[in-house]
């Protein structure tokens, strides 16, 4: 095939091979949200860039290097959504949700899209279980937060995992703590790599979280966040862990997790699988963003979420072998032996359906033989032949494929026949 028919670098076809754990992921999703009493949002698949483009996230490598902007024939800037929360919380204020009872639990399945560099796991066009919790900054929201993603992999089978949990204070403590930091920086800005240089200015948080050679030997020395939260911050997350112990809720404290986007407060945490050695191994990251409602116009409001990477999750379902049961083979495979008996085939077929078996149709364009032998490939229990001489007695030749036998049954009893068994 010419490469210019093929599909574009990091993106996927998702083929019927993997349907089963396309459904199971986005049906245990909602199973566990809604029994949290989280409520389905779907927005649109493209926002007005301002959205996600706003002064305050320049600096993060979204807005500086992953995020797909275009110009609509109207002149709008618009941007395919590279992330969740932000969407959502448009959402929540163009609606008037702040005048709902608080807070405001809304879930998503959705796809997204980042220029990124391709590799295991990480794509540029990919699929997230998010869920958003907006107008309540308790630390009790945070935990049931962890707890529904927690329950999430659970429910899936996935229970190799660890909780790296962190917090990276709010606009009290963050800045005399971003003065310590740079401070540290100061004089290795020349042997760090090139992205911590320009973060050293716009966002010096993300240097904790760089993955580059070069800055690895400075990572240990830098000043820890958590020794530096004001009151108000530390008290919320000794309650959050202390939550956490409540649930039985492992997690392993990292003071260097900070979160790629600039909107993020106080809690922040990853999940990561156990035992998994690249860098890109997180299954489900989020925390709380108390500034981003009032970033986006509306006034101070506390919101916490997460996004689960479903590609990931499926990538480790698969590698420990916790994959969903294979659809059954079909009820039966139609056989039609003759041209004329085509019409009559899909007839008897819809009505084999309407009484709940599956069913699939052969066509007279293929030899007898031929069907039998896909019959068999498809591992039907029964092969329908449809013919001149059925057509003629109102019948159907009924073949067990288990055991040779084979009877003449009239089409009426025919649905009966195949599912008594």
């Known amino acids: 095939m010419p490469e210019s028919y093929r599909a574009p670098r990091g993106v996927s076809d998702i083929l019927p091979a993997d349907q089963p754990f396309w459904r199971r992921l986005r049906e245990t999703a909602v199973r566990v949200a809604e029994s949290y009493g989280y409520g389905e949002i779907q927005t649109p698949v ?3 860039s301002a959205v996600f483009v706003r002064q305050e996230a320049h600096g993060t490598d979204l807005v500086d290097k992953e995020i797909y902007t275009f110009l609509d024939r109207g002149g709008d800037e618009l941007a395919l959504r590279p992330e969740g929360t932000a969407a959502v919380c448009r959402a929540y204020l163009e609606h008037g949700m702040g005048s709902l009872t608080q807070p405001v639990r809304l879930f998503y399945i959705s796809n997204f899209f980042r220029y990124d560099r391709p590799q295991a796991g990480r794509y540029r066009m990919f699929h997230q279980f998010g869920i ?5 900054g308790a630390p009790s929201i945070d935990a049931e937060a962890l707890d ?3 329950t999430f992999y659970d429910t899936l089978g996935l229970r190799e995992y660890r909780l790296m949990l962190n917090s990276i204070g709010d606009s009290v403590c963050r800045p005399a703590y971003l003065v310590k930091l740079r401070a540290y920086y100061a004089d290795k800005l020349d042997r760090l790599c090139g992205d911590c240089r320009r973060r050293y200015d716009v966002n010096p948080l993300r240097m904790l979280d760089c993955k580059n050679e070069p800055c690895q030997p400075f990572k240990p020395g830098a000043p820890r966040i958590g020794d530096n939260l004001c009151d108000a911050c530390a008290e919320h997350f000794a309650s959050v862990k202390g ?9 392993q404290l990292e003071p260097l997790l900070v979160r790629g986007l600039d909107y993020y407060t106080r809690t922040t945490f990853e999940f990561e699988p156990a035992g998994e050695g690249t860098q890109q191994t997180a299954i489900g ?15 101070p409001t506390p919101g916490i979420g997460f996004g689960a990477g479903l590609e990931r999750i499926m990538l480790n379902l698969k590698r420990l072998e916790l994959g969903p049961e294979t659809a059954p083979p079909p009820d039966a495979f139609l056989a039609v032996a003759d041209e004329a008996a085509e019409g009559r085939a899909l007839v008897l077929a819809r009505e084999l359906r309407n009484a709940g078996a599956t069913v699939i149709s052969g066509t007279s364009g293929r030899s007898l033989k031929s069907q039998m032998r896909q019959a068999n490939s498809l591992g039907a229990r029964y092969a329908l032949v449809l013919g001149e001489r059925e057509l003629a007695d109102g019948s159907v030749t009924v073949r067990d494929l288990t055991d040779g036998s084979q009877e003449t049954v009239p089409v009426g009893d025919v649905a009966g026949r195949i599912l008594s068994s």
């Open 46 to 48: 493209f926002e007005r």
């Open 132 to 136: 958003e919790a907006i107008g309540d």
């Open 285 to 299: 990251a989020g925390g709380r963003y108390d500034g981003l409602i009032e970033q986006l116009g509306g006034k």
């Open 243 to 251: 939550l956490l112990d409540d649930l039985g809720i492992a997690y």
């Open 148 to 150: 529904l993603l927690r």
